[in-house]
């Protein structure tokens, strides 16, 4: 019997998406490309007329889901739908992930039943708050024998022990059986902690979340696969609501999206689904390409060609996988493929910068068709390519970049007034920060034209109160006081004439402000630190003014996180009140955000409008999740061993929880395995994404001063008479 859904591979940019967007239309617009095998008679419908099934079905409702590997995909993927077929047919678009926690929070009655949980609404953990807890709930039993004999920091700890509840989760291992896995996997290994202390943290975690309603992504997934999969009543609303599935690069997907597949093809419904052998980007952070690929089986399999002519794929793949592997083969590399030697990270920085900037005034290649892509970005060189291109008038663009949100001055100002306002949080506040709250909340209003990063560094925001009166005002004005620090009139300071008019205006206003907000506080007319926030922030930020969106995201990202931050704090009060008071509550918030564990990446994570013509910067693993391409590249720290680890570093236990290895141990010879098949899946990737040219950038010493001996090194070395130097 010839089986329906399509299983399609192909290489980066071999047209994957765009057949599976083709395979769709053929469901629902018959005229395009339907077989006769999926016409089929309707009750109520004249002899003889066949229609197609989906579209019959389309008419009642959408009945087909789409999937895509991360949000961003996501997003792409359901706009080429909908432009495809002119938005008259619904779909709905999501990740694995966000299916799963949409379908647990839909069927949470079900699940309160099943599990005899208290009838409450679900609330979702973030994977900060998440850490804080677990810290909070383990603490007592992580003294200091456990972290000397883990190796690490508490904070490391926890995270470490709370993803193997979600690697367990993914791969379809109950919570129970994590210990078994373990033991199996890490054998005799004294390094690490015993599994069944570990699995017994695990179990006490999940439990504690599940009385007080509480849902990580590790959870959702369990509750997902373990319970509902099983339900019969889920089985019967899941394949009634869906008819056909569409899944893109399956081969990023957690083992559980399986079971969801085979499930819906076991009761009818058809499925398209596109797979590339050079993906895997997740290998190593829950995804499990291997197991993903046996549904090939049931699927009648499209090959399609490699990338597009234009790629420099099928030219430099082949050379470059076997100069890798084999360092002493006598292979040259065509001119296309130039590099930037130096000796120390710092010229190499520079000198990279320079050659970028210097071709696109040239106009040989134009900012958007640039990208930098490094193994990993530490904040010194992310600064350096930013400032040294933006002084010569060209955009950098970040991907996803993920800094903390108390590096933004913004934030800072924020949190210092916070402390300010609500009592008990004196110890919080320092000279420093009140002067950089000053100079801060002192902007003057932002011109609506300077709304973009490369403006704002060219002609950047002035203050009424600048950093040299800030810290005068500090210095003589400012009372520090554990419970109720305190900000006294500019008169207190004998000299307060050398201060300007200017600047004791603005600090007489953030004064008044400041008195009035705490003596509402005093009667609780502000409902939350939530609400004290956005006030400050209509008044002294917004103030009618387009903001940056860098600066403009920090604070939807600031907002959204206090806002899920009391929404948690409220559900832990009303499960067990004498837990928490309001002022800990504020404390602990401010030194969650100050120790940089939250990110600046709210929704939506892209500014609204065309691209802009900038040069994109991003490690491996965030340029390969983009799944962008480009006509240069310039592979930043060529000759680091970071290469072949992919630009992302594979979560504790990851290989044990494998579906075609779960619990064999990883062995030396495992590993260098591994990372040779990541190398080599990592070079035809990006060259499947590069048109034109790529530039190898090395450096002889790393930021450390060591000497950079990584698995590209032969790559270098060979291309050193190409060198632009």
């Known amino acids: 019997m010839v089986s329906h859904s399509v299983w399609i591979v192909g290489t980066s940019r071999s047209g994957k998406t765009a057949r599976l967007v083709e395979q769709f239309c053929s469901w629902v617009q018959p005229e395009k490309q339907l077989t006769e095998s999926f016409y089929t008679k309707k009750p109520g419908r004249k002899k003889g007329v066949r229609i197609p099934e989906f579209l019959y079905l389309k008419q009642t409702e959408p009945g087909v889901l789409v999937l895509a590997a991360n949000d961003d995909n996501r997003r792409v993927l359901g706009d080429i739908i909908v432009t495809s077929t002119l938005g008259k047919y619904p779909v709905r678009a999501k990740t694995p992930l966000g299916f799963f926690q949409d379908e647990v929070i839909l069927f949470w009655p079900l699940l309160i039943n099943s599990l005899s949980l208290m009838a409450q609404f679900p609330v979702r953990l973030r994977p900060e708050t998440e850490q804080e807890l677990a810290t909070k709930l383990w603490r007592p039993q992580l003294d200091e024998e456990i972290l000397r004999i883990a190796g690490v920091n508490e904070s490391r700890l926890v995270r470490r022990i709370l993803d193997l509840l979600q690697l367990a989760a993914y791969s379809g291992v109950r919570c129970e059986d994590i210990a078994q896995i373990l033991a199996r996997g890490l054998g005799d290994n004294t390094t690490t902690l015993e599994p069944e202390f570990l699995a017994s943290l695990l179990l006490d975690w999940r439990n504690w979340c599940l009385e007080r309603g509480l849902l990580t992504y590790g959870i959702i997934t369990e509750l997902y696969s373990q319970y509902l999969l099983s339900d019969r009543n889920y089985q019967q609303h899941l394949t009634k609501r869906y008819q056909a599935v569409l899944a893109d690069d399956v081969d990023d997907y957690p083992s559980v999206a399986r079971l969801l597949f085979e499930l819906l093809l076991d009761q009818g419904a058809v499925g398209a689904f596109s797979y590339n052998p050079d993906g895997a980007v997740r290998l190593g952070l829950g995804a499990d390409p291997n197991y993903l690929e046996g549904l090939a089986e049931r699927c009648r399999v499209e090959i399609l060609i490699g990338p597009p002519s234009e790629s420099l794929g099928e030219k430099l793949t082949k050379q470059m996988v076997e100069l890798v592997t084999e360092p002493m083969a006598l292979l040259s590399l065509p001119k296309m493929v130039h590099s930037i030697q130096t000796t120390s990270r710092a010229q190499l920085l520079r000198q990279t910068a320079e050659v970028i900037a210097n071709t696109i005034q040239s106009q040989q290649v134009q900012a958007e068709e640039v990208a930098i892509i490094a193994p990993g970005l530490d904040a010194i060189a992310r600064y350096t390519l930013v400032e040294i291109l933006i002084k010569q008038n060209i955009l950098v663009e970040s991907l996803n970049d993920q800094r903390p949100l108390v590096s933004s001055p913004v934030i800072r100002a924020l949190l210092t007034m916070l402390a300010l306002v609500y009592p008990g949080s004196g110890r919080l506040v320092d000279r420093d920060a009140v002067a950089e709250m000053l100079v801060v909340l002192s902007r003057k209003q932002q011109p609506p034209e300077n709304s973009s990063r490369l403006t704002d560094a060219i002609n950047p925001v002035s203050s009424d109160i600048d950093p040299v009166r800030a810290g005068l005002i500090a210095d003589y004005c400012f009372v520090p006081h554990p419970d109720r620090p305190n900000l006294l009139p500019v008169s207190t300071f004998e000299r ?129 999740s983009s799944r962008r391409s480009h006509r240069w590249h310039f592979w930043l720290d060529a000759g680091s061993p970071l290469w072949a680890k992919g630009g992302a570093a594979t979560l504790f236990g990851a290989p044990f929880f494998l579906r075609d290895r779960l619990g064999e141990p990883w062995t030396a010879e495992d590993e260098k395995l591994a990372e040779e098949q990541r190398l080599r899946r990592i070079l035809t990737d990006l060259l499947s994404r590069v048109s034109e040219r790529v530039y190898l950038c090395h450096s002889d010493l790393a930021v450390n001063g060591q000497e950079q001996l990584g698995p590209l090194l032969p790559l270098v070395n060979t291309c050193v008479t190409h060198s632009v130097i």
């Open 496 to 624: 307060w004439d050398r201060i300007g008019y200017a600047a004791t205006t603005a600090y007489n206003e953030i004064l008044q402000w400041l008195e009035q907000q705490r003596s509402q506080q005093e009667l609780r007319l502000i409902p939350s630190p939530i609400s004290l926030l956005d006030r400050a922030i209509q008044r002294f930020l917004w103030n009618g003014s387009n903001l940056p969106y860098e600066q403009l995201a920090a604070l939807r990202e600031l907002l959204e996180t206090a806002q899920h931050y009391w929404e948690i704090d409220t559900r832990l009060r009303q499960i067990a009140p004498d837990e928490t008071t309001p002022h800990t509550t504020i404390i602990e918030f401010i030194q969650l955000l100050r120790r940089g564990t939250i990110t600046a990446n709210p929704y939506p994570v892209r500014p609204i409008g065309g691209a802009r013509r900038a040069v994109t910067l991003a490690t491996i693993f965030q340029y390969r």
